[in-house]
C-alpha cells in the first residue's frame, strides 16, 4: 500500500456491518478508506468483555473482514497510540468513526478526537446505533427523562423519526494496512476449553446472520408478539439483541424492516410492542448517558442502605442453576449452555437473586455480563437496577415473582423447563414446579431423587419474601 495517498481512517466500534453504517459510507464518499478494528483491552478496565461476548466478536470480526474482501485491519491496545502510529505512516486526511455512548467510551474518544484535531486532521463521528440519541430526547425543563413510558411516548415519538437506513456503499476503494501483522486469531478471543459448540450451532454472528435472523422473526415471529414473547418456548421473541449490540444490524433497519409489515392484519399490537421494546434499549441507554454511574451505584439512593446479604452458597447454586427451583434453574442453565437467557425468565432469576436471596444485583450484573453474548452495558445495568427496585424507572421493591407461578403461567408444558433441565423430563408438569411436593411415587417413576440428581429448594419461598419486603421496609421512606 502506497503511503503518500490521501487516506480516510474509518475505525469499526459496534458497529460490525456495511449497510446502514453512516461513518463508513461517509469515509469511502472521501476517496481511500482504510478500515480498522481495534481491541480496546487498556481503557476498558472492569468493562473488558466477558467470554461469550469475545467468542461472539471474534466470529463477527471474521465475517466483517470477509465482507471488506479481507481489508480490515485488526489492532490490540491503546486506540490513542494506535490512531496516532496510522497517522504517522500514512497520509491521513480524516478519521470517521460511529459514536459509542459507555461513559468510558465517551471520555475516551474525546481525548481521540481533539489529540488528532490539534494535527489538523479532520474527525468526523455519527450515529449509527441509536434511533434518537439521548441528549436529543429531553424534557421541556431540558431535564432527562427517569420514566419510560413518558420518555417513550412523549419524547422519542414526538421527536424527529428515526433517520432512514442507508444502502450499502462501493468497497472498491478499501485498503489496508500492510505494515500490520496482527491477526484475528492474535487477540486470542476464543477461549481453549470448547464450552461453546452449543453457541455455535445456534447463533450465526455477523451482518448476514443478523439480517436471517430479523427477516425470519419478522415472518414467523411478529404476529403474537405482544403475548407470545412471555412464553419461552414460543418463537415470538426475536433474539436480535446480540446482532444489534455488535451494530451488525442497526435500530433503525429493524424499525423501518418491521414497520414494513403495517399493512398485515391484526398486526398492529404486536408492532406497536415489539418497536416499543426497541424504545426499552433506547431508555436504557438515555440513563447510561445522562447517570453514568448506572453500572455501580444505585439510581434510588436509599438502596444504598439495603441490607443485601453475602452467601456464596446461594450464589454459586443460582449461577449453575441449582436452586431447587426449576424455571430459575432452567433460565441459568440456558444462559450457561447457549450464551442467552429468554427476557421473561430473565425476570423471574434476577427477581429471585435480589429478592428472595437477598444478594445484591451487582452479582448478577456480574455473571450476566461474562455470559451473555449480548452483554450491553446500557441495558445490563438499567435492567437488574429495575428487577432490584433500585432504578428509575424500577419494578417496585414489593413486586415478587413467584417461580413456581410463574413456571405454571408461562411454561404450562414444561417444553422450555424439561429441554434444560433433562432430569426432570418425566416429572409430571402438575409437579414440575415444585417437584418437593411429589409424592414418592411419582417422583421414583419419573427418576428424580431430590438433593441427588436435583436440588431441593435452597430457600422457602414465603419466608424469603417476608425476609425481602422486611428489608424493605428498613429503607422505606416513612
Known amino acids: 500500500m502506497s503511503a503518500k495517498k490521501n487516506i480516510s481512517i474509518f475505525w469499526f466500534r459496534q458497529d460490525l456491518r456495511i449497510a446502514d453504517n453512516p461513518g463508513l459510507t461517509d469515509a469511502i464518499e472521501k476517496g481511500s478508506v482504510l478500515p480498522i478494528y481495534i481491541y480496546d483491552n487498556v481503557n476498558s478496565k472492569e468493562y473488558e468483555m466477558g467470554s461469550a461476548s469475545k467468542w461472539w466478536l471474534h466470529h463477527s470480526l471474521g465475517n466483517l473482514n470477509k465482507s471488506l474482501n479481507n481489508n480490515l485491519s485488526i489492532y490490540a491496545g491503546d486506540p490513542q497510540e494506535v490512531l496516532r502510529d496510522l497517522i504517522n505512516n500514512f497520509n491521513v486526511e480524516s478519521v470517521n468513526w460511529n459514536r459509542c455512548y459507555e461513559p468510558w467510551r465517551i471520555q475516551r474518544d474525546q481525548n481521540i478526537k481533539s489529540k488528532i484535531e490539534e494535527q489538523g486532521i479532520e474527525v468526523n463521528t455519527f450515529n ?247 452483554a450491553d452495558l446500557a441495558s445490563n445495568s438499567a435492567s437488574w437496577q429495575w428487577v432490584a427496585g433500585s432504578g428509575a424507572d424500577a419494578a417496585p421493591y414489593f413486586r415478587i415473582f413467584n417461580p413456581i407461578s410463574q413456571g405454571i403461567k408461562f411454561d404450562p408444558e414444561g417444553e422450555y423447563t424439561k429441554k434444560f433441565l433433562p432430569e426432570l423430563k418425566d416429572l409430571p408438569t402438575k409437579y414440575l414446579y415444585s417437584p418437593w411436593e411429589a409424592p414418592a411415587d411419582v417422583l421414583e417413576k419419573a427418576n428424580v431423587k431430590l438433593g441427588e440428581n436435583y436440588p431441593g429448594p435452597i430457600v422457602d419461598l414465603k419466608e424469603s419474601r417476608e425476609r425481602a419486603l422486611e428489608a424493605f421496609d428498613k429503607i422505606r421512606i416513612k
Open 128 to 374: 449509527g446505533s441509536l434511533l434518537w440519541e439521548p441528549f436529543k430526547i429531553l424534557k421541556k425543563d431540558e431535564t432527562p427523562y427517569r420514566v419510560f413510558s413518558p420518555y417513550y411516548r412523549k419524547g422519542c415519538l414526538n421527536a424527529e423519526p428515526p433517520r432512514i437506513p442507508i444502502k450499502s456503499p462501493s468497497l472498491s476503494s478499501l485498503m489496508k494496512d500492510d505494515f500490520n501483522e496482527l491477526t484475528l486469531e492474535d487477540l486470542n478471543l476464543i477461549p481453549d476449553i470448547k464450552w461453546f459448540e452449543e453457541m455455535e450451532r445456534l447463533w450465526e454472528p455477523g451482518e448476514a446472520g443478523a439480517q436471517k435472523k430479523l427477516y425470519d422473526f419478522l415472518d414467523d415471529g411478529l404476529l403474537g408478539y405482544k403475548e407470545g414473547r412471555n412464553f419461552p418456548s414460543q418463537k415470538n421473541v426475536s433474539q436480535l439483541s446480540p446482532h444489534i449490540h455488535y451494530g451488525e444490524v442497526s435500530p433503525n433497519q429493524v424499525w423501518y424492516a418491521a414497520k414494513q409489515k403495517e399493512d398485515q392484519t391484526g398486526i398492529e399490537k404486536d408492532l406497536g410492542h415489539f418497536l416499543s421494546e426497541l424504545g426499552w434499549r433506547e431508555f436504557s441507554y438515555n440513563l447510561l448517558y445522562h447517570f453514568p454511574t448506572l453500572p455501580r451505584e444505585n439510581l434510588q439512593k436509599k438502596f444504598d442502605n439495603f441490607p443485601w446479604q453475602e452467601n456464596k452458597k446461594f450464589s454459586e447454586s443460582w449461577k449453575r442453576g441449582l436452586t431447587g427451583y426449576p424455571i430459575v434453574d432452567a433460565g441459568m442453565r440456558e444462559l450457561w449452555q447457549t450464551g442467552y437467557m429468554h427476557n421473561r425468565v430473565r425476570m423471574i432469576v434476577g427477581s429471585f437473586l435480589v429478592k428472595n436471596l437477598l444478594l445484591h444485583w451487582h452479582e448478577g450484573e456480574k455473571w450476566f455480563w461474562d455470559c451473555l453474548i449480548d
